[in-house]
């Protein structure tokens, strides 16, 4: 297994496949972005930075309840059929939205933006 530089936090480097788990992840997040802008555009600039605060507010308070009842439903032997199948693919669809939310705030916020 190979490595990668050390992190930024001086902790042990980082094997291949998990930064490439990693940038999986954000391509996901990025496609969602791509797929949604074909249809509305750029819809992100027309509200203030604040309101990105509160869709990042909104999705957490949406995960954490999402995450506590598939906990509660997590089935001794996991299947497809389980119910907590779709808690999860709630709580994934809200954690990739959450990434894109953040880059708009950062994008506004580079921008000079506020309100």
Do not use: C
């Not at 902790?11 to 509305?40: G, W």
């Not at 930075?49 to 308070?61: A, F, G, H, N, T």
């Not at 949406?62 to 907590?84: N, V």
């Amino acid at each position: 297994m190979r490595s990668s530089p050390e992190s930024e936090t001086g902790t042990k480097p980082m094997p291949d496949d998990y930064q490439a788990e990693h940038f999986r992840v954000l391509q996901r997040a990025n496609q969602i972005y791509v797929e949604k802008s074909q249809i509305r555009g750029q819809m992100w600039l027309e509200w203030p930075p604040s309101d990105k605060i509160r869709e990042l507010r909104e999705r957490v308070m949406r995960i954490e309840s999402a995450y506590w009842e598939r906990s509660r439903l997590i089935p001794p032997e996991p299947g497809p059929e389980s119910p907590h199948i779709d808690l999860q693919l709630a709580i994934v669809e809200d954690a990739l939205d959450m990434i894109n939310y953040a880059a708009f705030l950062i994008k506004q916020l580079e921008r000079g933006m506020s309100g």
